[in-house]
């Protein structure tokens, strides 16, 4: 992996990407790792309330 902070906005190609493109991607994986931390917290849930059903003394 490239660790020159000079070549973080290049592509392999050699184009310079727009900030604004740099931008819509963080805002993408921002809203992908949410996504995952809100399906994963509902999984959890879920699985308590299972066992809770399953164990209500418990």
Known sequence: MNRDPRA?????????????SDRENDARARAAVVDAWRRALLRMRERRATEDRADPGH
């Not at 973080?8 to 604004?20: F, I, N, P, V, Y």
């Open 8 to 20: 973080r906005s290049r592509q392999a190609d050699g184009k310079a990407r727009t900030a604004e």
